[in-house]
């Protein structure tokens, strides 16, 4: 088992290679050249301020809706309970194109803050909800009963029993933000992830690319650890899972109206506009039809990448998820931990590495398939562990050593006796690495074979060039694409009460 998981563990390391073979080969003198010219000190600040403005922007929007639909007497919060989430189903960088198609009023920082929290703030509050839902009430009768009003209960009663799920969800919202790369280019922000894919398409595998993605590394790094480190704790605990009652619900009165338009207006502004703008440049505008002749490539493109993709990423995935629940030594910790801190990186770096050491190493690979399913893998494996693991632990050892002792060889056990017990954790996450695959963009514009083209770079490839309605058939089948996983991951943890 530990032999296996060397492949998977050896593939997400390359990106940390690269940079420290690019810093090495640039010497100190190009190091401090690079790092602190006055270009590196503007986009690490658009980069910082972006990422902890959608982070904190989100965070109040999400905490705000989930206490609405889950702690008051909200009219329609059961419904509500569901659309809030709904927002995922758009992919950032069709939102961000939807918005800058109406006007250059939104193609700025503040813009591209308040967009993209509007598409961020689900990855907030369906933990949080998912938290107050299972929250022990008894904590705020006690702190009611020493005095305490609604707000000294919530803050010092409530928001600590929150604070993993907050910390957790507003921590995954950063670390997308310093990945971002589709939504800020049609934006016109500057970050250094844009910044990154403008200088490797000025200058093929250059310097200045390298240099800058050690920076972003330091700020992703981090952050994905510190997400990794919330993911792993529990609510604080009860007594046991039958003390806990249902919360009663908060009487909203006449804050009722407001807070119910400002649930609609949050409705019109995450999903309305997108929605409506993709339905007028479907109908109308001077590039209507221009693309409709790669609907059919486009289609073929993301589902053969996004199945392949998920197969790899999935496979890749179980011997670490396997040595993780069976061992607890050194490597166990590095196999399943590394991945999540490389989790943090945009695509752009893993791309960018990628073009680097094949070029290099074995240039016959290059603008091959196995280089960008490589990416998709070092991307995405640890939303493929986070799916098995649970399958995982429901594997007996002992089941393995009966298996064994009949006679049967490892391989034999493994697909006879694991790989049944998991597969509802391995159809879970092939379902999540196809939905993400599909909606993946710079790795796959960078690393793509020449001639394949998807329906993200079809949207990405005709809104560079402002012809928005030959745009909106690809963004609405991206749409269309994402609602129904969206609908069912939502239901699912919602109502999921641990």
Do not use: K
Not at 292 to 309: K, R
């Amino acid at each position: 088992m530990a032999g296996a998981a060397l492949a998977p563990v050896a593939l997400v390391a390359l990106p940390l290679l690269y940079v420290a073979v690019r810093a090495w080969q640039s010497g100190l003198s190009g190091i401090r050249d690079e790092l602190f010219r006055a270009r590196t000190a503007e986009l690490l600040a658009n980069t910082v301020i972006l990422a902890f403005g959608v982070m904190v922007l989100a965070a109040l929007i999400g905490l705000a809706v989930a206490w609405c639909v889950e702690r008051s007497d909200l009219p329609g919060r059961h419904w509500w309970r569901v659309a809030a989430g709904l927002p995922l189903a758009v992919p950032a960088f069709v939102s961000s194109y939807a918005w800058s198609s109406l006007g250059l009023a939104f193609q700025n920082l503040g813009g591209a803050i308040f967009i993209l929290a509007l598409s961020t703030y689900p990855l907030v509050y369906l933990p949080v909800a998912a938290a107050l839902r299972g929250a022990d009430p008894g904590c705020e009768d006690v702190a009611r009963s020493l005095g305490h009003g609604p707000w000294r209960t919530f803050v010092h009663a409530l928001l600590p029993q929150l604070l993993p799920a907050l910390g957790g969800g507003s921590l995954l919202v950063l670390t997308h933000m310093f990945a971002e790369f589709g939504a800020l280019a049609l934006l016109r922000v500057q970050t250094f992830t844009t910044a990154i894919f403008e200088s490797y398409e000025l200058q093929f595998d250059s310097a200045s690319a390298a240099l800058q993605s050690i920076v972003l590394m330091l700020l992703c790094i981090p952050a994905a650890w510190a997400e990794m480190r919330l993911r792993g704790r529990r609510r604080l605990a009860r007594t046991g899972r039958g003390s806990a009652r249902a919360a009663r619900p908060v009487r909203l009165g006449r804050a009722a109206t407001p807070i119910l338009a400002a649930f609609g207006l949050l409705g019109l502004l995450s999903l309305g506009v997108p929605l409506a703008t993709l339905a007028y440049w479907l109908a109308q505008g001077r590039s209507v039809g221009a693309g409709y002749e790669q609907i059919g490539p486009a289609i073929q493109g993301t589902l053969g990448l996004a199945l392949s993709g998920a197969v790899l990423t999935s496979l890749l995935a179980i011997p670490l998820v396997l040595l993780s629940v069976r061992h607890r030594g050194r490597l166990a910790q590095l196999a399943e931990r590394l991945p999540y801190i490389v989790h943090g990186l945009p695509g752009v770096v893993v791309a960018l590495a990628l073009v680097f050491l094949s070029i290099r190493l074995i240039p016959s690979l290059y603008q091959g398939l196995g280089v960008l399913l490589a990416a998709y893998a070092i991307l995405f494996l640890p939303l493929a562990q986070s799916s098995l693991r649970a399958s995982a632990e429901l594997v007996p050892p002992q089941f393995e050593a009966v298996a064994r002792s009949l006679g049967r060889r490892p391989f034999q056990v493994f697909v006879s006796v694991v790989l049944p017990t998991m597969a509802p954790g391995i159809g879970a996450a092939l379902a999540l690495m196809m939905l993400e695959i599909v909606r993946e963009l710079t790795a796959t514009l960078m690393l793509a074979p020449t001639g394949t083209v998807t329906l993200a770079t079809e949207v990405w490839s005709y809104t560079a060039d402002a012809e928005y309605a030959a745009a909106a058939p690809f963004a609405a089948l991206l749409v269309l694409v994402s609602i129904l996983p969206v609908w069912i991951f939502t239901r699912r943890m919602l109502h999921h009460r641990s």
